[in-house]
């Protein structure tokens, strides 16, 4: 059991608030912080420290212990590496375009890459490793994202809400086909636009969705005014043509977002808590300068209509816990909110489940203390590391309000991976 250090990413798209104020940092930061990396992921491992402040990389601490780190179960899944990445995002401008291969996907992309012979950190490889990538997000302040292929019919009347002429025949080929095909056509046929029409093309709708704005508020208002802001951020990208297509999802706090293999998404500003599968597999499809493979993007992606409440995961809420299940087996996450002064919530909490878990504080403090061990507190901004050797541990709050995320792997924790078990809270 150890304190742990994030590491900070410093995307362009991020906060110079967010996490800087959360960990009482001085803000605006000097650059935008985009992630918060809690994991042990080689581009950006979490730093173990003593009491004494001397540090070890935690990708280094699960190498010379996997067993005693990860326990049997599992390493016997995922081998001897942490099979999930724990993050605090903080989104001020929007983020890629993007989708995640599946499993069998991931490993033959990688080992067909790797027959080309094409670097790991080459500029166009689209699979870095042979694992798939589901997500969750759950959102700590109002958070705003496109996410899933929209219901054709839907897209049908935004389309025709523009009086965009220009549309005409991109629209007559979704009404011709309202379904899964429908959309792949479409989708292909914006994403491979000459440059020459993108730049006819993406102005004439933002002109159309202005006009449409400027005419009151519509059943697609939230879609108007995104597709506004990317055309603004993105000129010309066929991106935003993309985002017409997509459910376009706004959460509130503790409402969170699950993104399995082959959605296309896309979050666009917010804050909130982040955890996935530990790959990093990303085939994008606009707005980014970066690398986008038309072709494989298109194999991956799933152009099933969803509706935005399959996008949301199960929420059980046992005690001070909330806990989101999804059918990821890499990971679970819960959501702890203990009450220092006994009042209104529990001030503690007991978890007993073996494997590694990772405790990450947002706000306030924790007290954590093991079976018959000594108390580490763990301030906002800071998280704890336990093993699958570590004794049981009670967590109390350290100030008059703590909240705090937990990370687990379900496959070491139980034999079903969607239900939660042995956990138990107590207010004192």
């Known amino acids: 059991m150890r304190i742990i250090e994030g590491v900070v990413r410093p995307y362009a798209w991020g906060s110079r608030t967010a996490i800087a104020s959360m960990q009482g940092r001085p803000v605006p930061s000097a650059h935008p912080e ?8 080689p581009a950006g491992s979490a730093r173990c420290v003593d009491v004494a402040g001397v540090g070890q990389d935690l990708v280094d601490v699960i190498d010379s212990d996997p067993i ?6 599992c390493t ?5 590496r942490l ?59 109002p958070f705003d994202a496109l996410a899933g292929f929209r219901a054709p019919e839907q897209t049908i009347r935004l389309l025709r809400e523009l009086q965009v002429s220009a549309l005409d025949p991109y629209l007559g080929m979704l009404a011709g086909q309202p379904d899964s095909e429908g959309l ?6 914006w994403l491979t636009l000459p440059e020459s029409l993108l730049r006819q093309l993406v102005p004439a709708v933002l002109g159309g969705a202005v006009d449409a704005l400027s005419a009151g508020e519509s059943e697609f208002t939230s879609e108007l005014r995104t597709v506004c802001e990317l055309g603004e951020a993105y000129p010309n990208d ?24 082959g959605n296309l998404h896309a979050y666009l500003r917010g804050t909130g808590v982040e955890i996935m599968a530990n790959s990093d597999n990303v085939l994008r499809g606009g707005l980014t300068p970066k ?9 991956v992606l799933d152009f099933t209509p969803v509706d935005v409440a399959a996008l949301s995961p199960e929420v059980r809420t046992i005690g001070a816990e909330r806990v989101y299940l999804t059918p990821a087996p890499e990971f679970r996450l819960s959501r702890v909110e203990l009450d220092g002064t006994g009042l209104r919530h529990a001030s503690s909490i007991c978890f007993d489940m073996p494997g590694p878990q990772i405790l990450a504080v947002l706000s306030g403090a924790i007290e954590v203390r093991p079976a018959g061990g000594a108390p580490l507190t763990v301030s906002a901004g800071r998280a704890m590391w336990i093993t699958d050797d570590d004794p049981d541990v ?29 956990f138990a809270s107590a207010a004192e």
């Open 34 to 41: 985009a992630e918060l990396w809690f994991g042990s992921h």
């Open 238 to 261: 066929p991106g935003v043509l993309a985002s017409l297509l997509l459910n376009n999802i706004h959460l509130e706090p503790g409402q969170g977002l699950y993104l399995a293999a």
């Open 394 to 422: 009670i967590v109390r709050a350290a100030s008059a309000r703590a909240v705090f995320y937990r990370a687990l792997v379900p496959v070491a924790a139980d034999a079903n991976p969607e239900v939660p078990s042995s």
């Open 184 to 189: 792949r056509a479409l989708f292909t046929t």
């Open 291 to 299: 690398h986008i493979d038309v072709p494989e993007l298109l194999r």
């Open 76 to 80: 016997a899944a995922f081998g001897d």
């Open 83 to 141: 099979p999930f990445l724990l993050k605090v995002l903080a989104a001020d401008e929007p983020l890629s375009l993007q989708a995640h291969p599946s499993s069998e996907q991931a490993r033959a992309g990688f080992e067909r890459e790797n027959a080309r012979g094409v670097a790991l950190d080459a500029r166009d490889r689209n699979y870095r490793d042979p694992w798939h990538k589901p997500e969750l997000i759950v959102a700590t302040t």
């Open 68 to 73: 005693g780190c990860l326990g049997p179960s």
